[in-house]
């Protein structure tokens, strides 16, 4: 690691703490005149303030609808200059929930049905985008580097999720956000709000289980404990507790049974929902200290760990250390927001370690009808790779990368009904030259609070911007994949991926029914893709494929069945409809009954080269979600069902996947449809609070034991010889029918 680098970076953040905090103890009779319109609320990511229990419970209910991530600084939802979705704790808490894929798996244009990883936890995509263009946010702080550690599987993603009592809300933005987050933003973001307490102590312990009824399938318990509060009199000063651990058992059947009398070895099957042996754990504190009300400083520290056995190694483990400190001032109408964080992830088996620090510095400052919001980002990551593990060519064992970015926007209230929002991004690295991400919105709320409710308009264009990792463009072998027998190669030719999104939304809402509509068309320039090569050829950077494997143990077998790098497809597009329609709780005499339903219709493809009129991401072109909930007293019953169709067979497309072996896979199976089984699943809960402080849940799911275990033969012709291959008509392997139970006491 480059230390003058790394102390200019510890050095910077200081003044300008610093700075702030001298600025507002020379400004306090300046503002203390005037009407702080802009102060921020507990329950949002800005800066808390005091207030006495009663008052805090009904500012957090007025603000049910207060989002940060769109701009950096809180607005109503309407008014947020991006296509925005919330899932609130309450809806959290209504269901069991995994990991972070299953919490946003019921938003409009969310898919999670392309892929699972190795240990059968859930990828995000958003709008058919990959899951590695989805960027992942804990209170608008970033927490995912691991692309670099893990550069085929995107697993702290899929497997992150702080204990549920800890979060107050998640928000989802669907589409680009490189103008506030930068390259990975490049297809949207999800960002985790925790809860801020500090009227009084708030603690919560959970128990759960998972029982299956499927023997191929594991069962699985989890415990988490939050806790919150004051430390001092004064109320100054705040304290923060979260753990969580999750244990999967392996499952009680070690083989799948297939057509004539076959059986295939789970190792060798499709990826599985809830796949193997094991273990997830986390822990994390934050302590906070509000001096006066225009200043907020916290310390955080989180440890997330996770083993599991993937069958072909011994065992698999990964951990992260995320540390982060912050400030965040409220100085008259100016607010800012400063921080450097600290992350670094550990990968055992594959012997790297990547690190990040990571400097922000956000301003907002209204002023006339504007509010201009301006800052800056300064990144340093590194890549190790440990014991004698090399990259190969010139790189040796390390590689590190410099990335800068400056940003400006401004969102204008034209009138008081229509808000303009202008904004740029400039980026640069040391890897890659300028470039400037743009955005444009416009916000028009036509009725408010008429007799037919409210009609907000919205619509813009965005545009996104990613570089390759540090991995994919240095020369040489970098990793291997597909269970250690595919060597893949940097490739220093690669381009940054860029994207323009252009959508248009329509949302109408009264005190009984919300409607909204969104469609969104993006097209892609440069987009990254993998292809394969075989033993002999030539590879970037003078490089050729061999069928050794130098510095990969524990694995099976000897010699690499062929080699794989990245190149540039020259053009791709998304687009689609998002439709949500909610139904507000209404009373029906005894209780209280609602329902929802969300559907998206997303089309992506490659629209050139040899990925030509494939997909970007395997993602169903139909996805259809509905629930009725029904509330009585101290009872919350809700039934949930959801539909998926027309996802495209990329099983048969192999690690090429192009158009020539979609063809390949036609002419072998005549009269096959070239999509996997539609399927639909149903799935029953209830919540019961037995006592104030102690509620009780329970869920079945996938009510009907759908099976998702659907093998056939293809036949093709190599070498002469007819060769019978069995492929699934599902992508993945769900888990049959299973019951869920959980405990929450909180005192």
């Not at 550990?346 to 990571?358: E, L, T, W």
């Not at 490089?543 to 990245?566: K, L």
Request: glycine share 8%; charged share 20%.
């Amino acid at each position: 690691m480059k230390v003058k680098n790394i102390a200019f970076s510890l050095f910077l953040t200081p003044l300008l703490l610093s700075a702030e905090v001298s600025y507002s103890n020379s400004q306090d009779s300046a503002f203390s005149g005037q009407e702080n319109n802009t102060s921020l609320e507990p329950s949002s990511d800005e800066m808390p303030k005091y207030k006495d229990s009663k008052a805090l419970n009904v500012e957090t209910k007025e603000l049910s609808k207060q989002v940060v991530s769109a701009t950096g600084f809180e607005q109503d939802l309407r008014d947020a200059p991006a296509s925005m979705s919330i899932i609130t704790n309450k809806e959290l808490q209504e269901r069991p929930i995994r990991d972070l894929g299953e919490a946003v798996s019921q938003v409009p244009g969310v898919s999670i049905d392309h892929t699972v990883t190795s240990f059968g936890g859930y990828s995000i995509s958003i709008r058919g985008m990959p899951a590695d263009y989805t960027l992942l946010l804990v209170d608008s702080k970033r927490q995912d580097g691991s692309s670099e550690t893990f550069p085929n599987i995107n697993y702290s993603q899929a497997s992150f999720m702080p204990p549920l009592a800890a979060i107050d809300r998640i928000e989802v933005i669907r589409g680009p956000a490189s103008v506030i987050y930068g390259s990975d933003a490049i297809g949207g973001v999800v960002n985790v709000i925790l809860k801020k307490s500090f009227d009084k102590w708030s603690n919560n312990i959970m128990l759960n289980s998972t029982l299956q009824e499927v023997p191929y399938f594991g069962h699985s318990v989890g415990a988490s404990v939050y806790s919150a509060g004051p430390i001092d009199k004064a109320k100054k000063w705040s304290l923060q507790i979260r753990a969580k651990d999750t244990h999967q058992f392996a499952q009680q059947s070690m083989s799948i049974p297939l057509p004539n009398g076959i059986s295939l070895a789970v190792a060798g099957t499709p990826p599985i929902v809830g796949f193997g042996l094991n273990n997830q754990y986390q822990v994390g504190a934050r302590v906070g200290y509000m001096p006066s009300e225009k200043n907020y400083f916290y310390v955080d520290y989180s440890y997330f760990g996770q083993w599991f056995d993937p069958k072909y190694f011994k065992y698999s483990v990964f951990n992260r250390n995320n540390s982060i400190i912050r400030h965040q001032g409220s100085y008259g109408l100016w607010k800012t927001d400063t921080s450097i964080q600290y992350n670094i992830q550990h990968n055992a088996s594959r012997k790297r370690i990547a690190q990040d620090i990571v400097l922000e510095h956000r301003s907002s400052i209204p002023f006339w009808r504007m509010k201009l919001n301006v800052g800056g980002q300064y990144i340093y990551s590194s890549v190790s790779a440990l014991y004698g593990t090399v990259f190969g060519g010139d790189v040796g064992n390390y590689l590190d990368r410099h990335t800068f970015a400056l940003y400006a926007e401004d969102q204008w209230a034209i009138v008081d009904k229509l808000l303009l929002t202008l904004g740029v991004r400039a980026n640069m690295s040391d890897d890659y030259a300028f470039n400037a991400s743009p955005r444009a919105y416009l916000v028009y709320n036509a009725l408010e609070h008429s007799v037919i409710g409210d009609l907000t308009f919205k619509g813009g264009v965005s545009t996104g911007f990613k570089m390759p990792s540090m991995t994919n463009v240095a020369p040489g072998w970098g990793f291997s994949t597909g269970q250690g027998w595919i060597r893949v190669y940097g490739n220093p030719d690669l381009k940054p991926e860029s994207s323009i999104n252009y959508e248009l939304t329509a949302i109408h809402e009264t005190d009984f029914t919300q409607v909204s509509l969104t469609g969104f068309f993006t097209q892609f320039r440069d987009k990254i893709t993998s292809t394969r090569a075989n033993v002999g050829d030539r590879l970037p950077a003078g490089f050729t494929c061999t069928s050794d494997r130098p510095g990969v143990s524990n694995s099976v077998g000897t010699g690499s069945a062929s080699c794989q790098y990245s190149y540039n497809v020259d053009t791709a597009q998304s687009y689609g409809l998002e439709v949500y329609t909610q139904i507000k709780p209404f009373g029906v005499g005894v209780g209280d009954l609602g329902a929802n339903v969300s559907y998206t219709w997303n089309k992506n493809e490659s629209t050139s080269g040899a990925t030509k009129g494939l997909p970007l991401a395997g993602v169903p072109e139909h996805t259809l979600n509905a629930s009725i909930n029904y509330s009585w007293k101290d009872l919350g019953v809700y039934l949930r069902g959801e539909y998926r169709a027309r996802q495209l067979r990329t099983n048969v497309l192999g690690r090429t996947s192009t158009q020539a072996a979609l063809e390949t896979w036609r002419r072998s199976n005549p009269g096959k449809s070239e999509y996997y089984n539609p399927y639909f699943l149903l799935h029953l809960g209830a919540n019961y609070n037995i006592t104030r402080a102690l509620r009780l849940q329970f869920g079945i799911y996938n009510l009907l034991n759908h099976n998702f275990i659907d093998y056939y033969e293809s036949k093709s012709m190599a070498n002469s010889k007819i060769t019978t291959t069995l492929y699934n008509n599902y992508n993945v392997i769900r888990e049959g029918r299973r019951y869920y139970i959980a405990l929450n006491m909180d005192f």
